[in-house]
């Protein structure tokens, strides 16, 4: 039996320290730059940052190793438990300041950040050449570093970010993570180290663990206290949930969604570890996003649902007032609030950023654009993709690979406003969506459907960023477009895309025209019957349901009436204007005009909107004499048209001629709301 005074047994610190050997993985450009400062390159001071979670202790622990096999003395500070003032941290960290060999580790600095500057200025310069300190923190080293020439040539910053794709891998086999999990673990963590430790403990000890993971609340609870830790108030909370939930925030969007304080908490969010920055805001790591995003939509749904819509709000009014040359991001960034979304997530990459530019047509493209047409698809094709290029240059766009400057696909949105001869027989896919039309919902004066066509080489089609750019161009026109009536999608391959177009309201119609004997599938929209506002608010009701229709909220579907219908419609309502039961039934209160009335409901919605046009005719001298004639009929409630004419001192025939003149006066004005949108002008 062993004394107890034996030294030779295992120890349980010897047990944790090769366990985390095992796990322990990369950072091969970390570990050589503290090699050089080790052996003596001249470096006294390196200074490693990264958001919390991202492996700074898990690397300190390696340098301590490294350096107690170099046989060099190590004294390690942890900011978690020191005392922040000079007194205590010089009390703990005496040894570099006496011994040239000593090697100083600090963890968790940014517990004790008040310290850099006295750090800089009146500890360090008081080590012994030979001595080496590493900082380990959250935060940057503050830019006095760099622009003290001085510190130029011994403090060297690493910025820990997460382990590539390969070292993600092997830290789970290290952790003992069966492969068939590594896809959903590394979907969830990326390479964050703590993410995927987290995941990896959890799902080693799952036994109904299956490609379909996610990870539990506790999981994500534990990530949030470790990567965000404490914040200062709910308002910064609130920023910070609406930072995660946007692809990109800016100032003026955190204004939209928070109106108090929005710069000072945009300031704040700038400064937070785990915060980038690009030219389109500030944005979370990934990690730190998916974590805020999963606890808000367990903890509090509706405030959820409220961030949402907010957030969402501002970015369609931006899509619909950007220049053209900021559409593609702004609807991109829209369209990011959807990536839960399983039909969206599947076709959107969110990735690949620079590699594909999207450019304007010009004149010396259409050689290209023929070839590449006729290898994308058809020479029929080919031959369409010439005749409306020659036609509608502008409606073109050209997608090339930033690498080589080389188009790999290109888009058209063909608007079309009436049909032309020559157009439908040269292209059977637009006589197709004429027919269509004029079947379905024909177009009604100053409005145009519009024809989108894709050319995409074979290795650019399906996930990537190619066509990431092509939809987002495709939803910038539907949902900018100005009296629109149809849009109409041409696909060659219509079954692999059919759930994906039905799921935002495209559907195929039953004709399929041929080019070259290969059908294509035409897909349509008519938004008039759905505008964009109703369009957009069912993908939302999609998001917050989990992609479910709901029952009691059918989607949104308005009457498109002709001219002469609508004008049938205004007529009844007009003498069914004390009958609420009457008006409920008129096409009308399905029509554009009563869109997003605030009247508690249809009929009452209509009523209003009558007497309204009625009494707009008072204002003007003109119609003065039908204001009085329409007003007495429909709105003084007499009995019949004769009693009327009484009432106004007026003969039979000239109180008809004005009630006639102020019906269609009113029915001019409304359907110019109807199909504009706007107030018919004086």
Known sequence: MSSGTDQNFATLGRRLQAARERAFVGREEELAAFRSALYGDGLSVLYVHGP??????ALLRRFAQEATAAGRPVIRVDGRTLDPSPAAFEAEADLVLRDERAVLLVD?????????????????????????????GRTAPDVQWEVDAGWMESMKAISLSDLPLQDARAMLDARGVAPDLHEPLLAFAGGHPLALSLGAA??????????????????????????????????????????????????????????????SLFAWLRRL???????????????????????????????????????????????????????????????????????????????????????????????ALVRLAATAETQASAAGAAFWSARQPAAF???????????????????????????????????????????????????????????????????????????????????????????????????SSRDYLRHYGMTEISQRPRLDDEPYGLFAHDWRATPAEAWLARLNRLLLSGGQEHPATPPVRLAVLSQPQFAAAIRQALRGLARPASLATNPLTRSRLLTGHSAPDAASALRELLEQAIEAQRDDPRAAKFHRAMSTTFLQGAPTQEVAAERLGLPFTTYRRHLSAGIERVCEDLWHREVHGTDHPA
């Open 52 to 57: 919390g979670g991202v492996g700074k202790s």
């Open 108 to 136: 968790t600095f940014e517990r004790c950040q008040g310290l850099e500057g006295w750090l800089r200025e009146r500890f360090l310069p008081r080590t012994p050449i030979g001595a080496l300190v590493i900082v380990a």
């Open 202 to 263: 959890v799902a080693v000890k799952d036994e109904k663990a299956s490609t379909r993971w996610v990870p539990s609340q506790e999981v994500v609870a534990t990530l949030l206290d470790q990567l965000v830790g404490e914040v200062p108030s709910p308002a910064h909370r609130h920023a910070l949930e609406v930072c995660a939930h946007a692809y990109t925030t800016t100032e003026d969007l955190l204004r939209a969604a928070l109106p108090d304080d929005a710069a």
């Open 273 to 367: 570890p785990f915060i980038e920055s690009s030219s389109l805001g500030v944005f979370p790591h990934d990690v730190v996003r998916e974590a805020l995003e999963a606890d808000l939509r367990w903890r509090d749904p509706h405030g959820y649902a409220a961030v949402h819509h907010r957030v969402h709000a501002h970015l369609a009014a931006r899509v619909r007032d950007a220049p053209d040359p900021e559409v593609l991001p702004a609807v991109g960034a829209l369209f990011h609030l959807h990536r839960d979304n399983a039909m969206t997530a599947e076709f959107h990459t969110w990735r690949g950023e620079g590699k594909v530019q999207e450019d304007i047509f010009r004149p010396e493209d259409t050689s």
């Open 397 to 495: 766009r050209v997608y090339r690979w930033t690498e080589t400057g080389d188009p790999v696909a290109f888009c058209a949105w063909l608007r079309l406003e009436e049909p032309v001869e020559e157009e439908i027989a040269a292209d059977p896919i637009t006589a197709a969506a004429w027919a269509h039309a004029r079947a379905t919902a024909p177009l009604r004066p100053d409005e145009h459907l519009a024809i989108g066509r894709t050319w995409v080489l074979a290795p650019y089609r399906g996930n990537s960023p190619v066509m990431d750019l092509i939809q987002w161009r495709a939803v910038g026109y539907c949902l900018r477009a100005e009296r629109m009536a149809w849009s109409y999608m041409a696909m060659p391959d219509p079954d």
